[in-house]
């Protein structure tokens, strides 16, 4: 089997999840997203109205009211209200997939829209930029962790222990302590945010408010989990060590660092790969209390802040965006992970 026959394979079976996990979310969401489509409708109606009012000075009052209805009746129909159940499925599910997810009850973008696509659209890439970041970082240096480990057992048991105790502590609780230390003791760094207020106007000195207020957030995930990724590397590279074709290297008389960065990593690095895929796949959707506690905008945060307001079409929309970023983050580490493993080529 190619590399094409390989990747058209994963485009069907990462379909073939994205569909079945959408069906599962829609049949346990029904109700309460006919509820918010039918606010949606109405609330596209009412400011279908008011610009109609505002504007179409020539129409009376009996021509205004068909025409409210009949954009009513438009937007029903493309909701697929009026269907039956199964063309409603069809009709809704077409819609979710083009991140027509209805309006927000309360929450606005920065640009004033209340499209709930356009919302997710603005707080997603603020997550991005600092969970992906992040786990990159952990995932680079835990990986030289863990092979610098390998070759110490003093290190080896020191990353273990390490492991142990960064893995146990919560994000959240790291995060208060650096910031009473960091933020109010010793002022390095600031509390929260994404910016300093106002945010500066010039792109380059905006970049770099951006880069510092992250940077105390980055600290706080990157020592939660650099430990833990450390030592996945080091058990992976430790067990390597112990096969055949590495003894017969010794033999040979072949340096220990050239066995180690040719030989073993190369025969690591589809389960170091596999791993990192998992973590940088789980980072797309951040964390709600990191986000919280930082105050920074991501998608953590507009969950909270749509928890708190009940803003329903938002919720729904969180929860379907992040199922889709996280199968897409998987498919492209199955890409990636189809490069790095040969066997792949030949379907083993």
């Known amino acids: ?62 021509q205004v ?21 199964i063309n409603k499925y069809f009709i809704q599910m077409y819609n979710l997939l083009r991140f027509d997810f209805g309006t927000a009850y309360f929450i606005q973008a920065p640009s004033g829209s209340r499209e709930v696509s356009a919302i997710i659209a603005y707080y997603l890439p603020n997550t991005i930029l600092l969970f992906t970041t992040a786990t990159i970082i952990f995932i680079l240096i835990g990986t030289i962790i863990g092979l610098l480990s390998a070759k110490s057992r003093f290190w080896e048991k020191v990353i273990a222990i390490i492991a ?79 096969e055949d074709f590495v003894i017969t290297a010794k033999a040979r008389g072949l340096p220990d660092s050239r066995i180690l960065y040719r030989h073993v990593l190369r025969t690591a690095s589809p389960s170091i790969a596999t791993q990192a895929i998992l973590a940088i ?39 379907y965006v992040l199922t889709i970023v996280l199968l897409i983050g998987l498919f492209l580490g199955e890409l990636i992970y189809g490069i790095l493993d040969p066997r792949i080529k030949v379907g083993e």
Request: proline share 5%; net charge neutral; hydrophobic share 50%.
């Open 1 to 62: 089997m190619g590399y094409g026959t390989y990747v058209a394979k994963k485009v069907l079976i990462y379909f073939s999840v994205l569909i079945a996990t959408l069906t599962i979310l829609y049949i346990f969401t029904f109700p309460v997203l006919q509820e918010v489509i039918a606010k949606s409708i109405n609330f596209q109606v009412s400011q279908f109205a008011q610009s109609l009012l505002k504007n179409s000075h020539n129409l009376n009052t009996t």
């Open 65 to 85: 009211q068909l025409s409210i209805e009949k954009y009513r009746e438009t937007l029903i129909a493309a909701y697929g209200l009026n269907e039956p159940i």
């Open 164 to 242: 142990v105790i960064h893995s146990s502590i919560p994000t959240w609780w790291l995060g208060f302590v650096l910031i009473a230390a960091l933020a109010y003791a010793v002022r390095i760094f600031p509390s929260g945010g994404m910016t300093s207020v106002p945010p500066p106007k010039n792109p380059f000195d905006y970049g770099l408010s951006v880069l510092y207020h992250m940077s105390l957030p980055l600290i706080t995930i990157f020592i939660v989990n650099v430990g833990g990724f450390a030592y996945i590397v080091r058990s992976l590279v430790s067990s390597i060590m112990k």
């Open 281 to 319: 796949a789980g980072s797309l959707g951040g964390s709600l209390t990191t986000e919280v506690v930082f105050e920074w905008p991501g998608v953590g945060l507009l969950t909270y802040i749509a928890i708190t307001l009940n803003d329903l079409p938002v919720i729904l929309g969180v929860t």
